[in-house]
């Protein structure tokens, strides 16, 4: 069942911006690291950008960096993915994950437990 849900997803023109949100539902872990992920037709799930919640040591992808910020909520298992200078190669669903276990923090997938449903970013050209 759903234990993450995104929301701010939406459509914007090249070098536009959206903040996406990530909320537990159901999900009541004590996250050590949490992070956004995207999919795009024909490629596999991706990390964007991960943080490490007890540091506040962030992880990005070479693709968004200096262009997106990840950052937590002051509420428990809440994120945020602030992009900037969106590009069409952007466009894709985001999904937000969560994982309780101790360690390294990192933007691969299978670090990560719990995860959301997604939601729809596309950037037009």
């Known amino acids: 069942y759903q234990q993450l849900v995104e929301s701010g997803g939406g459509s914007v023109h090249a070098g536009g911006s959206l903040r996406l949100s990530c909320a537990p539902s159901g999900y009541t872990g004590n996250s050590v690291c949490m992070g956004w992920f995207r999919e795009t037709p024909g490629k596999k799930r991706e990390g964007v950008a991960a943080?490490?919640?007890?540091?506040?040591?962030?992880y990005y992808d070479d693709s968004v960096k200096g262009r997106f910020i990840i950052s937590r909520g002051n509420a428990k298992n809440t994120l945020y993915l602030q992009m900037n200078s969106l590009k069409p190669e952007d466009t894709g669903i985001y999904y937000c994950?969560?994982?309780?276990?101790?360690?390294?923090?990192?933007?691969?997938?299978?670090?990560?437990?719990?995860w959301g449903q997604g939601t729809q970013v596309t950037v037009s050209s």
């Open positions: 943080i490490d919640t007890g540091a506040g040591t962030t």
């Open positions: 994950a969560a994982d309780p276990t101790p360690g390294a923090c990192a933007t691969w997938p299978l670090r990560y437990a719990y």
